[in-house]
């Protein structure tokens, strides 16, 4: 019975370098890097199906080099509008 008392703190300290060891290799999983996923069917559809998607997609695949182009503004200009409003878009005249 003396034993398993003495060992107590050797126990604590094995554990808590297992959980410490689990959380190390957590963190590392969660931060490794990944291969970028390419577009599947149905997005490519879904931008096709929608404009503004298919210019936002336009954007992003330029970049920085984005923010010189005026169909960027316009395009983040209108993603602005539909996200924090309701309203349908003014037709274009």
Known sequence: MRGLV?????IGRTAGC????MAII??????HPRE????????AAA????PL???LARCQALGMAAESDAAYQTTWDEN????????PAPEAR
């Open 6 to 10: 003495r060992n107590i703190p050797i």
């Open 18 to 21: 297992v959980l410490v060891a």
């Open 26 to 31: 957590a963190v590392a999983l969660h931060f």
């Open 36 to 43: 970028p996923s390419r577009p599947s069917a149905t997005n």
């Open 47 to 50: 931008l096709h199906a929608d």
């Open 53 to 55: 998607a298919a210019a």
């Open 80 to 87: 602005r509008r539909r996200f924090f409003t309701y309203k």
